[in-house]
């Protein structure tokens, strides 16, 4: 299996990160607030991480566009579509859950940490399917600008 090693290295970390965030949140059902802390920094870690070889790499060299079937392209694009908007709430409402936290806002903090987490337990394996559509399953196409990888143009 020959696939490309800057995309394979950011899924791996949304991976880790998603391990990270559904420990954290075991911890805090359990009462450990400390190992929840340390377990959803290292999570926040590997989400930005994942977010910052992704986005040099569409600077960089743009996004792979499908190189499977031409039936499957819609079906693609649209999960993808999912996948983004999944991976963007999450940021933004990652950010703002650490912010919470930090101020010590903790019953807002709580209420939204649970979107937060279950978003980005979504984006994970959503993010994987893509990874496995675009890269192992089929060839991945050619690289293109990433609005143009996106809508499939
Ligand atoms: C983006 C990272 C984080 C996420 C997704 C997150 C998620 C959560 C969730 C889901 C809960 C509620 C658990 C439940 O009762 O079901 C919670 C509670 C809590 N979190 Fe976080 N957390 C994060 C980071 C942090 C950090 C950095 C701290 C420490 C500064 C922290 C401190 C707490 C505390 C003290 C509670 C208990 C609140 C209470 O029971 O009133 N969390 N968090």
Known sequence: MNVPILPTISTLFI??????????????????RQTHEKLMLWGAFFALAFFLVYASRTIFSGNTSFGGPEELKL?????????ILLATAAA????????????????????L??????????????????????????????????????LGT
């Open 15 to 32: 991976v880790i990160s998603a391990i990270f965030v559904g420990f954290g949140w075991y911890q805090i059902m359990r009462g450990n």
């Open 75 to 83: 079906a693609y694009h649209l999960f993808l579509f999912f996948h």
């Open 92 to 111: 933004v409402f990652g950010i703002i859950t650490l912010l919470h936290a930090f101020n010590k806002r903790f019953a807002k903090h709580k209420k």
């Open 113 to 150: 940490g649970r979107w937060t987490a279950v978003i980005w337990l979504l984006t994970a394996p959503t993010g994987v399917v893509v990874y496995v559509l675009l890269y192992v399953l089929y060839p991945g196409g050619a690289t293109k600008p990433m609005i143009d990888a996106i």
